[in-house]
């Protein structure tokens, strides 16, 4: 299964969405069933690493994102990946609108798709305190959990 998280720019959300599931799947043993990437609606940081209070959120969990680089969602992906998660509504009608004709990945929101609730949200903590990111954290890792759950429950069917 690949899996592609999306939120705006792919420095806050997204970033710490991809390495929350990375390391929540590695711990399953998993890895070989599943991959996880991230991007963002606009370019305007690709190249760029997440945003420094994402990368120091996810430092104190444990998880190390510093090496990753944002990038702009493409063409390809409609076709690379079976399912792309997108952080909010926003997000994901963006996402929508610009599938191409023959794009084959489904599209939800994350924290829907993990099972965290219909039209549940991850909101950018861009312009907010410590405790913003705080949050996303928690959103993510939950959700992060809830999808590593399913995929190792053999009795349980994950659509891709």
Do not use: K
């Not at 899996?3 to 959300?13: K, P, T």
């Not at 929540?24 to 991007?39: E, F, K, N, P």
């Not at 399912?83 to 610009?98: E, I, K, T």
């Not at 949050?135 to 349980?156: E, F, K, N, P, S």
């Amino acid at each position: 299964m690949r899996l592609l998280v999306v939120c705006l720019g792919n420095i806050c959300r997204s970033p710490l969405a991809e390495g929350v599931l990375r390391q929540r799947i590695d711990q399953a043993r998993l890895g070989h069933r599943v991959v996880v990437d991230s991007a963002g609606t606009g370019g305007w940081h690709a190249g760029e690493p997440p945003d420094r209070r994402t990368i120091a959120n996810a430092a104190a969990h444990g998880v190390d994102i510093a090496g990753l680089r944002a990038r702009q969602l493409r063409a390809s992906d409609y076709r690379d990946f079976h399912w792309l998660l997108c952080a909010d509504r926003a997000n994901l009608d963006d996402v929508r609108g610009r599938a191409p004709g023959n794009a084959t990945a489904r599209s939800a929101l994350l924290l829907e798709w993990a099972g965290l609730g219909q039209g549940a949200e991850i909101p950018d903590p861009y312009t907010g305190g410590p405790e913003a990111f705080e949050h996303v954290w928690t959103l993510v890792d939950r959700a992060a959990r809830a999808i590593v759950a399913g995929l190792a429950d053999r009795t349980r069917t994950i659509d891709a």
